[in-house]
């Protein structure tokens, strides 16, 4: 069954302004990793952790309410609680020096983010 976000509901504004901070916030970390493998960029790669959780957070809940209230479809809202609850281990991993684990993951966190933002601005935004 395909399903359109209604129209005017702003939901979908919303959940493309957070999507827009949220990929972004992803990318300064991926920025801010390369600095700290250069020897510097801690600071910033830390409290980039922290922005990427919050818009994380208010991500998810916007794609839920452009599902529910909003009548869109519902895998966004599961996509943004993958990336926020991806983010999350991303920390620990990197807290706990696992890069191994820590860079493929990072990359899978950019991409979802990434496909979530095409998907926001595709004018043809169905199921």
Do not use: C, D, E
């Not at 990793?33 to 801690?42: E, F, P």
């Not at 993951?105 to 004018?123: E, H, R, T």
């Amino acid at each position: 069954m395909v399903t359109q976000v209604a129209k005017g509901s702003g939901y979908l504004t919303a959940f493309k302004a957070v999507t827009v901070l949220n990929t972004l916030a992803v990318l300064v970390q991926a920025v801010s990793a390369g600095m700290l493998l250069s020897g510097g960029g801690s600071g910033l790669h830390g409290t980039g952790a922290l922005a990427v959780h919050v818009l994380g957070l208010i991500q998810l809940v916007t794609a839920v309410l452009l599902w529910r209230p909003g009548r869109g479809p519902g895998w966004p809202a599961l996509a943004a609680l993958v990336v926020l609850l991806a983010g999350f281990v991303q920390s620990a991993l990197g807290g706990s020096g696992v890069v191994l684990v820590h860079v493929p993951l990072g990359m899978a966190i950019f991409g979802l983010s990434v496909w979530l933002l095409v998907w926001s601005y595709s004018p043809r935004r169905t199921s």
